[in-house]
């Protein structure tokens, strides 16, 4: 007689299905299995209940939602292939994604009939993060809105209790940036801002401009986007810089001079009206001396752009509060500086950035004062989304080479942020070989 283990989350959906458990032993004991029944009593239960049941039962039937079904399979990854039961499922939840997807009645008798007459066969299970799935990984808004949801509503209106959450929810929508291993490959994650995909995660910022440098910057250094400052573009001048940007490459309009909220926002309304897009770079100076922004009046004219449907990318002295602050108003990204503009002094408020970095959930981009490649690679092996630079370029000996330089620096940080950092002893150290084994 063959072992089966009947997995029960009485709390799924309904909840009816308790008043089906006696049918549906009575069924698996004429087709000669022997049942043990669980009631799971808190989550990952189900997990727990496999785990200390490694290679005792031939097959499990898991009657749940779609997240005991989860709880299943997590317990049944952590065995060996040769442990691992056959599984059934009975959709009991409020939605059952996972049965609809594969064609599984809802009906609990028809249900229960096939989860051990039916043929097996395989599915993939995918592994984010630390943690296992059978068809679908979420993260962000949408697993907000699943735990967010009352199970009341889910039990009154079923899938659009959903959908009414995920309204409510909608002005909260944010980017993220992925790493996907597979089978057969990697893919490597994509630098999004403002719903736009970028494969540079370099930033040619405004300044120091000349043909040279924006052909090298974009060229040499893969550069995507461009930051210009609106009063810099007008004809009036020698070299109109709107003339050397490529096709294809975003325009960044700052509000460089403005002094106040409202000057800000009166440069990016004319920036828009100019054409050149629904980006730009909040920039609030009074300090003439350390060019240090207002990050009182960058909140302000963030939340006031972001109302009017900007891709605001607010630059900012590195606080948290501020930065929480922006994130609630609007802000696509933060900016904050790593030292002031066009000293080239490199990481100076290295510790707040990573503070920003590990707090807030929106790609931190590090603007101003980036001297080096090498400071471009730290920061982003700290866990930066981009790096803004212009000066080290510009005054660069070999403005070609330097660009290049930059990329391949921002490339290398990025690539080591996504693998991992080695450890790092405190004391003492640690052989990369062992010191035994020695021939005399």
Do not use: W
């Amino acid at each position: 007689m063959k072992k089966l283990l009947l997995l029960v989350n009485t709390h799924s959906g309904r909840g009816d299905i308790q008043g089906m458990i006696g049918s549906i032993i009575d069924y698996y004991n004429k087709k000669d299995f022997e049942v043990t029944v669980y009631i799971t009593q808190r989550r990952a239960h189900a997990t727990d209940i496999l785990l200390k049941n490694k290679g005792v039962y031939d097959n499990v039937v898991c009657c749940g939602g779609d997240g005991t079904l989860n709880e299943v399979i997590t317990g049944l990854m952590d065995m060996e292939k040769d442990q691992r039961p056959i599984v059934g499922y009975i959709p009991c939840g409020s939605t059952n994604d996972f049965a609809t997807g594969l064609g599984i009645k809802t009906s609990y008798t028809d249900a229960y009939k096939l989860a051990v007459d039916g043929k097996p066969f395989p599915i993939d299970i995918g592994k984010f993060n630390d943690s296992y799935f059978s068809y679908v990984a979420a993260f962000g808004m949408f697993t907000s809105i699943s735990y967010e949801t009352p199970q009341i509503y889910k039990n009154l209106l079923g899938y659009q209790a959903y959908v009414i959450e995920g309204i409510k929810q909608i002005s909260k929508l944010e980017s993220y940036n992925l790493r996907i291993s597979y089978d057969n490959g990697i893919i490597e994650d994509k630098f999004i801002l403002g719903g736009k995909e970028f494969h540079s995660r370099f930033i040619l910022g405004s300044g120091k401009y000349n043909l040279n440098l924006i052909k090298a910057a974009v060229e040499q250094g893969g550069a995507e986007i461009i930051t210009l400052a609106l009063r810099r573009a007008n004809t009036q001048e020698s070299e109109n810089i709107l003339d050397f940007i490529p096709k294809g490459v975003t325009l960044l309009p700052n509000t460089s001079g403005a002094r106040t909220a409202e000057e800000a926002v009166r440069i990016a309304r004319l920036s828009r009206a100019m054409g050149c897009g629904d980006f730009v770079k909040v920039e609030i100076m009074r300090d003439a001396k350390y060019l240090f922004p207002d990050n009182y009046e960058t909140v302000k004219a963030t939340e006031i752009l972001a109302k009017e449907g900007f891709v605001v990318l607010p630059y900012m002295n590195p606080d948290l509060n501020v930065a929480r602050d922006l994130q609630n108003a609007g802000a696509a990204a933060v900016m904050p500086l790593a030292a002031p503009i066009g000293s080239n002094k490199g990481l100076a408020t290295k510790a707040m950035i990573q503070v920003l970095i590990d707090e807030i959930d929106l790609p931190i981009i590090v603007d101003a004062g980036i001297g080096k490649p090498s400071q471009a690679c730290e920061a982003m092996e700290m866990g930066a989304a981009a790096i803004m630079a212009n000066t080290a370029i510009a005054t660069a000996g070999n403005v070609p080479e330097m660009a290049a330089a930059f990329k391949l620096a921002i490339e290398a940080g990025r690539k080591a942020y996504l693998t991992g950092m080695g450890r790092v002893l405190a004391r003492g150290g640690s052989a990369s070989d062992p010191l035994t084994g020695f021939l005399h």
